[in-house]
């Protein structure tokens, strides 16, 4: 078996991203129309091989779930079903989905249930996807206003087979959705548009969102094991170009820590961010879902998070959330209004050890 590992400066310690080619492995499914692939068929042909995990580190005490209504919880699926929806919260796993859905939120996942990349971290299936529901824009308004939401994320899987990447998806859904909730925030979180930068741009500046967010995902030294067919460059010029031609809209961006990156590398990151004008920021754990899928290299303390926090506030961007719990769409419409970030969830024991219980 060999194993590559991933270049780091020798003064940092950082655990190795275990990767490697496997050996007697079954050959994993072709993608056919319409199926899902998961686990080793999803992530088989990527350049990087992920190997799985046979004994999942502990989770340390912070990282934790508030849970809320699960009466709540159940209306929204129901809700969404019924209207034949997806939300990123189910398809990718969140943590986060009993305490959102709890609170009667959710973020919209268009486009389908099945994904054209193959990234080894995400829980949303790779295949070869269905047609666009021309029904979708409108259905995805109609529950909008049937949950009486103030403020709504519209995301999508990639779709690398359509012409414009599903922009005019996206600007279908915010008309529908602005004719039905005229009050309600939209905010976007889009794929990269690879290859289809240009018409995409045009049809989003012209119908915008009141946020356009793009994931960036990670630092560019783990671009190629962690997101295999996405560009670090070309989702920074992404950004700054949208921000270019609408400087009325709040651009935003999320990224994982505990894949193996150095804390160095954040805040180059974070650098890198604010020169392509980037406004809102967040930052949170890597959780992996499943054995599967690419393993967690280390849970980043909350003082760590703190660090890249008040390092955001004092670059300049209007807004920084980083924490265990910390997801592109948590309390979106919070950070929207400048609320600050929620502390993360810790043990009376956890605290007492670090020496900061009733600080």
């Known amino acids: 078996m ?60 912070w990282i934790r779930v508030k849970m809320s209504s699960p009466a709540e919880v159940d209306r929204i699926k129901k809700t969404l079903r019924k209207q034949k929806l997806y939300t990123v919260c189910e398809e990718a796993a969140c943590p986060n989905l009993p305490q959102c859905f709890g609170d009667g939120t959710a973020t919209f996942m268009i486009m389908g249930d099945i994904c054209t990349r193959r990234c080894p971290f995400c829980d949303v299936a790779h295949g070869r996807p269905n047609e666009l529901d021309a029904d979708e824009p409108r259905h995805t308004a109609e529950t909008i206003q049937g949950l009486g939401l103030k403020y709504a994320v519209i995301t999508s899987v990639d779709r690398d087979d359509l012409k414009d990447g599903g922009a005019q998806h996206f600007v279908d859904v915010i ?44 630092v560019p030294r783990l671009y190629k094991a962690f997101r295999p067919g996405s560009d670090y460059q070309h989702s920074l010029t992404l950004l700054k170009e949208y921000k270019a031609r609408r400087p009325d809209i709040a651009t935003k961006c999320g990224f994982m820590v505990g894949l193996g990156e150095t804390e160095e590398e954040i805040y180059a990151l974070l650098d890198d961010l604010k020169a392509h004008d980037v406004d809102m920021i967040t930052i949170g754990q890597y959780l992996a879902p499943s054995k599967s899928h690419a393993p967690v290299d280390r849970y980043v303390h909350p003082d760590e998070f703190q660090r890249y926090m008040d390092y955001g506030k004092k670059i300049g961007f209007f807004s920084i959330w980083a924490g265990p719990m910390v997801r592109s769409s948590y309390f979106a419409d919070r950070q929207y209004y400048g609320e600050d970030c929620p502390k993360p969830i810790r043990s009376k024991r956890a605290l007492e050890a670090e020496g900061k219980f009733g600080c």
């Open 2 to 61: 060999s194993e590559i590992a991933i270049k780091r400066e020798p003064t940092t310690r950082i655990a190795s991203v275990q990767t490697h080619i496997p050996e007697a492995k079954p050959k994993p499914k072709k993608a056919v129309k319409g199926e899902k692939l998961r686990g080793y068929d999803k992530v088989a042909r990527i350049p990087i091989k992920v190997i799985p995990t046979v004994e999942a580190p502990k989770k340390p005490d």
């Open 175 to 218: 008309n529908e959705s602005k004719a039905l909730s005229p009050n309600c925030l939209i905010e976007i979180l889009v794929p990269d548009f690879r290859g289809r930068m240009e018409v995409a741009l045009d049809l989003l500046c012209e119908t915008p969102p009141d946020v356009f967010n793009h994931n960036i995902e990670t």
